[in-house]
């Protein structure tokens, strides 16, 4: 609950206006001034490196104090601490990640510009020219020189081992691919993914897109050759217009999961490739879809689509691992086989500021689907988890997920994220296996043991571990600040000092976190919850935890607060959300 009031107060925020005797140009402050919520543009950035590597830049580096009486003249630049101006500033003032507070009887005659940080102007004081505000930090450092460059992200783990190359000719432009497919599991192995994208600008507002790709699954099949390989080819048209429209038709043979959790797809491939332990279960797909979609407003997007495929189960092989070679893979489950036409319908709503390491901004996903098959083949289920499935061809069933997250800066260096996340089952028919779910591991609930939740009866022993539950949800919530590490050895070259690198961790994200979830069978009867209700928050399952993330790697100590579970460590290669 405290996670639902706390979302909804962020959600207001921005309506809010301050009540303050002083001028404050903050994200908290009321509209007025420019202030930018949507990311740092390009353009900033590189105004920001040309300003305070300018040698006639006064250069200020952490905090600094201009007393009254006292005069500086020129442009001034503030990098990562926080200015206080009581005496007078002839001259424009840059601030990079950092702030800047005008005091009673200062002044500033000139434009300041801030990025990643505040500026307050105190009852008494004055600044003279415009304002310009940026929400988000600058992702730059100092060199050994004192300049400043621009901080290179760390390549994700699952990018190191990709090859591509591009070509064009005329209005065609070729891309040939050759990847991991990121997903090292006891079904394929390592994936190998080949083959081109073509693109090709027919008109100005047409673009048409051929992906075809081939997958060579290196974990061999010994019942059927076919089966070590896959492919995934797609065709796309996409319109410029107003709407940003796009149609699609695709065939494809690949093995997908049965759930998109506990971890990210890379982290599974990473803990089977090393540890040999799969997080995710397998299923066989292949057929033939289609999809349109629009972007009617801003940033909304709407997705239409029809597929029609044959849902096989698949048998874990034996692939190799790093350490615990000589242990046994966990089976992978049977599903309900059959030929499946499905129709959908999806929505997203992105307002984020970056894709992958977001500070501000909404990300809601949420999609409907209605599945119907004339030939399901059920495996046996106990009737306390599921009632026997239509023998006479007419089976159906409709589905629903939802995934709202809301990113907030609370400051320049603390931010506060949460998400909430809801699946199952709505109407029609009980789902089959491959869509079933279940709670419990390093997410979204990490005090608690892997699959510690699968609605799995008394009794009921299956080594396979299946996720059986109709409906899941989860809240999650977490508290980041910033740490300067700066654990590592700075490479410096005297002659190329742009070839300067900080080897280790320089920064990290200090994180209080919090969850709860639950998962449930739904209908009438013991242990079941009403269709129209979710459970009482009193049976939910909680737990607290702190951790350090250091972009590439993260680890955290996790405790169940609703069992006597013991604190668990999670080690993660990508952010919890």
Not at 116 to 122: A, C, D, E, S
Not at 136 to 165: F, I, M
Not at 281 to 302: M, N, Q, T
Not at 399 to 424: E, F, I, K, M
């Amino acid at each position: 609950m405290r996670s639902i009031v706390a979302l909804l107060l962020l959600a207001l925020a921005p309506a809010l206006h301050a009540q303050d005797s002083v001028i404050v140009i903050d994200p908290d402050a009321p509209p007025g001034d420019t202030l930018d919520r949507g990311g740092l543009p390009p353009e900033v950035l590189r105004e920001v490196l040309r300003v305070y590597n300018d040698p006639a830049t006064t250069r200020l580096v952490g905090d600094f104090h201009l007393p009254a009486g006292s005069r500086l003249e020129g442009r001034v630049a503030i990098f990562r601490g926080e200015g206080r101006v009581a005496g007078e500033i002839l001259g424009p003032v840059t601030v990079i990640n950092g702030s800047l507070t005008v005091d009673s009887g200062g002044r500033v005659a000139g434009d300041v510009l801030v990025v990643g940080g505040t500026l307050r102007v105190r009852e008494g004081g004055t600044q003279e020219g415009g304002r310009r505000l940026y929400w988000d930090a600058a992702p730059v450092l100092r060199n050994a020189d004192g300049d400043l460059v621009v901080r290179e992200r760390r390549r994700p783990l699952g990018d190191l081992a990709a090859a591509r190359t591009s070509f064009r000719a005329g209005r065609v432009r070729t891309t040939l691919l050759l990847a991991t497919g990121r997903t090292y599991n006891r079904i394929e192995g390592l994936p190998v993914v080949f083959g081109p994208d073509i693109e090709w600008g027919a008109s100005r507002s047409l673009q048409v897109r051929l992906r075809a790709h081939g997958i060579l699954r290196t974990a061999g099949d010994q019942s059927s050759l076919t089966r070590d390989f896959g492919w995934n080819t797609r065709l796309e048209l996409r319109h410029a217009g107003r709407s940003r429209l796009t149609l699609g038709v695709q065939a494809y043979n690949s093995v997908v999961p049965i759930e998109d959790q506990p971890l990210s797809r890379s982290e599974v491939g990473w803990s089977s490739f090393l540890l040999q332990r799969d997080y995710r279960d397998y299923y066989s797909v292949e057929g033939v879809g289609g999809s349109v979609s629009a972007v009617p407003v801003g940033r909304l997007r709407l997705e239409a689509s029809l597929r029609w495929d044959r849902e096989e189960s698949v048998r874990a092989n034996d692939p190799w691992s790093l350490f615990r070679n000589s242990d046994q893979w966990r089976p992978n489950p049977l599903i309900d086989d059959g030929h499946y036409l499905t129709a959908g319908l999806g929505l997203e709503y992105d307002t984020r500021n970056h894709p992958d390491f977001p500070t501000a901004g909404w990300w809601i996903r949420a999609r409907y689907e209605h599945s119907t098959s004339d030939d399901v083949a059920p495996i046996a289920l106990p009737a306390t988890v599921r009632a026997p499935l239509p023998s006479d061809g007419d089976y159906a069933f409709d589905r629903v997920w939802l995934d709202l997250r809301r990113y907030a800066r609370l400051s320049p260096g603390s931010r506060l994220n949460l998400r909430l996340r809801a699946a199952g089952w709505i109407d029609g028919d009980p789902l089959p296996i491959q869509a079933r779910h279940s709670l419990g591991g390093s997410d979204p609930l990490p005090g608690y043991d892997f699959r510690a939740f699968t609605c799995a009866p008394s009794g009921f022993r299956d080594p396979s571990n299946p996720a059986l539950c109709d409906r899941v949800v989860s809240l999650q919530a977490e508290f980041r600040t910033r740490l300067s590490l700066k654990l590592g050895y700075h490479y410096r070259d005297r002659e190329r000092p742009e070839l300067d690198r900080f080897i280790g961790i320089e920064e990290a994200d200090l994180v209080f976190l919090g969850d709860a979830g639950k998962a449930w069978l739904t209908g009438e009867g013991p242990g079941r919850v009403p269709d129209d209700r979710i459970p009482s928050l009193k049976e939910w399952k909680a737990d607290v935890g702190i951790g350090i993330d250091a972009g590439g790697i993260g680890a955290y100590l996790a405790k169940a607060v609703t069992d006597g579970e013991p604190v668990r460590f999670v080690l993660r290669l990508d952010r919890r959300f």
